[in-house]
């Protein structure tokens, strides 16, 4: 058997969407922008939706859009995709990474008020595999020193906090719609807002930096073409359009994971939570328990794909990677929680449209997998 690490889950009134805009002339800027943006604002809660062509771009808005530049800090999470923290270097602004909470893997808050100086600017947490922030605190934080919270909610869209849709959380969140997110439109995200002036420069600069209602070649700021298709807006409305049943599939996958997974020795099951919150499940995540390290892990993904199951090692910390050690000089041990997480995780097949026999081989499979690796890695470990 094989067994996707993800797949996207593609019907035919989605093919048939996408085949509607085609046989029309409005290929971009037509009908189904808005309303693929007046869908994505009602699944934020938010007064505004921009589409955008990926997350990256909605996440490089945002921070634009916050006037956010040279020398400015922005605090955010080194245990996440990278795009959250290139966005910032996008304006020469400088990422301050602060460490994790142990258990839900999104920034701590107590880290965070201790990381602020006088240059820091913003906040953007990162709903790490679609499990909402300690947000109530991090608003707090926010508003004792006036700082702006981007959401990066590209792993986590209808995921909410305290009963509020993450993304209407802040002052600005991002949705992503890469084929491996819980809903796709091919390459897309969407800038979700209650704030007018940043909804404004959002699809100013997402449009060559043209203004509403401007002369097609005048120009007010430096805009960029971050604009998503009609094409791509079709796919999204119909995919948007069966959201709730989707997120309850993939809780049903979860929960089926979880079953299973929780009868392997050495392997602990994500169960960690804010109060009041549901997740949104992007990812099934396991760890490895403490005496296993990194080689153990690895060995572990190795048979795991040995057996046709998919796998990743989600996430290697973003200070750690070259582009950062370059820059910022980090190395090993600048964060120690991210580091002891991002060295036992493995994310596991998850998609849509997992079947209960894949998700029972994935398990079988993983359990051989532990069994092997940790007797020989004990008995080795014994004799050294
Ligand atoms: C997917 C993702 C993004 C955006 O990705 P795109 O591929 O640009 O759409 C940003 N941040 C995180 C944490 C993500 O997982």
Not at 127 to 148: E, S, W, Y
Request: charged residues 25%; hydrophobic residues 40%.
């Amino acid at each position: 058997m094989r067994v996707r690490l993800s797949s996207p889950d593609v019907n035919e009134s989605d093919k048939a969407a996408v085949m509607e805009v085609l046989n029309s002339s409005a290929l971009s800027l037509g009908p189904k922008l808005p309303e693929f943006e007046q869908m994505a604002a009602e699944v934020a809660g938010t007064r505004h939706a921009i589409a955008v062509n990926s997350g990256t771009s909605g996440l490089h808005l945002c921070v634009k859009a916050a006037g956010l530049g040279d020398g400015d800090e922005v605090i955010t999470t080194p245990f996440s995709f990278i795009a959250s923290a290139n966005c910032i270097l996008y304006e020469r602004a400088t990422p301050v990474f602060v460490d994790i909470d142990p258990e839900t893997y999104n920034l701590d808050p107590k880290l965070v008020e201790r990381a602020i100086t006088s240059r820091t600017k913003a906040i953007l947490p990162v709903h790490v595999f679609g499990r909402p922030c300690n947000m109530r605190a991090l608003q707090r934080i926010a508003v004792k020193h006036g700082l702006t919270i981007i959401e990066d909610s590209c792993e986590a869209i209808g995921a909410s906090y305290r009963g509020k849709p993450v993304g209407s959380l802040g002052d600005a969140g991002v949705f992503a719609f890469y084929p491996n997110k819980q809903i796709t439109t091919g390459e897309g995200g969407v800038v979700v807002t209650n704030s007018d002036d940043i909804a404004r420069q959002c699809r100013s600069m997402r449009n060559q930096g043209r203004s509403d209602g401007a002369e097609w070649l005048e120009h007010d700021v430096l805009g960029y073409n971050y604009r998503l298709s009609d094409i791509n807006c079709a796919l999204g409305i119909s995919q948007l359009a069966r959201l709730t049943e989707v997120l309850e599939a993939r809780r049903r996958n979860a929960a089926a994971y979880h079953q299973l997974v929780s009868d392997i020795p050495g392997v602990i099951p994500p169960t960690a939570r804010e109060p009041q919150c549901s997740i949104s499940w992007f990812v099934y995540v396991v760890r490895l328990t403490d005496d296993c390290g990194r080689e153990t892990r690895d060995e572990v993904l190795a048979f795991l794909r040995a057996r046709g199951v998919e796998c990743k090692n989600y996430f290697p910390p973003i200070h750690l990677q070259p582009l950062y050690r370059d820059r910022f000089r980090y190395s090993e041990g600048a964060f120690p929680i991210t580091e002891h997480v991002a060295e036992r995780t493995i994310a596991l097949p998850f998609f849509t449209r997992l079947s209960e026999g894949q998700i029972e081989y994935v398990c079988s499979s993983l359990k051989a997998a532990v069994t092997s690796v940790r007797r020989r890695v004990l008995v080795a470990g014994a004799y050294n």
